[in-house]
């Protein structure tokens, strides 16, 4: 699976949109971007993922550059229960299953 | 909404000592994953299993590791003769197709 880079770490004020940036720029064609985020030692999330064309779902939007190589995950209106670790990870589907590989991830800090 | 559940969820052990970590996958889920996150680091990949199998596993998934699924409902983590080093917080997961996955809470294990 690709490598992925994020900021260590990034803030956001309360009711604001959280723009969590990842960069993948060897993902390969058949590597999806899949976003997580651990909320202080509980097990990881699952938020979304995406291949190609921009997601949304309940809790986020995933907007993917057209070149792959890069993707921001959004989320609209943050919340201190917002507060986590996000993990954006490039991972391809297999037919028996497949590991996640966790980077550092990037802390999100809400503040009211 | 069905959820990944495990138990129990803090063992305390002596180094030597046999664990074995539970866990109640989601019911329709076919794919099995064990991770764990030592203090402070990233989440490691253990092992992954599907169709009563091991369909991959990682370095840190040695001879005193093993997996089970004794019925149709649990699978377990067992570690034979613990170290110190396998203190950590040990996460299950399980997906339906084999792409989100879906993480318990966890179980800290702590070895003296």
């Known amino acids: 699976d690709a490598k992925t880079t994020q900021p260590p770490s990034m803030d956001c004020a309360e009711g604001r949109a959280a723009n969590l940036p990842c960069n993948h720029s060897?993902?390969?064609?058949?590597?999806?971007v899949y976003w997580y985020r651990q909320i202080h030692s509980q097990g990881p999330q699952y938020i979304i993922h995406?291949?190609?064309n921009n997601e949304t779902n309940e809790m986020a939007s995933l907007i993917i550059t057209e070149d792959r190589k890069s993707s921001t995950l959004i989320l609209p209106h943050a919340t201190l229960r917002d507060t986590a670790v996000y993990y954006c990870i490039a991972h391809r589907f297999y037919n028996q299953g497949g590991k996640l590989i966790f980077g550092q991830g990037t802390e999100l800090s809400v503040k009211p | 909404e069905p959820e990944v559940t495990q138990t129990p969820s803090h063992q305390v052990t002596q180094m030597g000592q046999e664990v074995i970590l539970h866990c109640v996958p989601i019911?329709?889920?076919?794919?099995f994953y064990w991770y764990r996150q030592i203090l402070g680091q990233k989440v490691e990949f253990l092992v992954s299993?599907?169709?009563?199998?091991?369909?991959?596993k990682s370095e840190i998934f040695d001879d005193q590791f093993s997996v089970e699924r004794p019925d149709g409902s649990n699978f377990t983590l067992k570690i034979r003769s613990t170290k110190l080093e396998d203190s950590a917080m040990y996460f299950c997961?399980?997906?339906?197709?084999?792409?989100?996955?879906?993480f318990g809470p966890g179980t800290r294990l702590t070895v003296l």
């Open positions: 299993f599907y169709n009563n199998e091991i369909s991959e």
């Open positions: 995406g291949l190609k």
């Open positions: 060897t993902i390969s064609g058949n590597e999806y």
């Open positions: 997961a399980s997906s339906e197709v084999g792409d989100e996955q879906f």
């Open positions: 019911s329709n889920h076919l794919y």
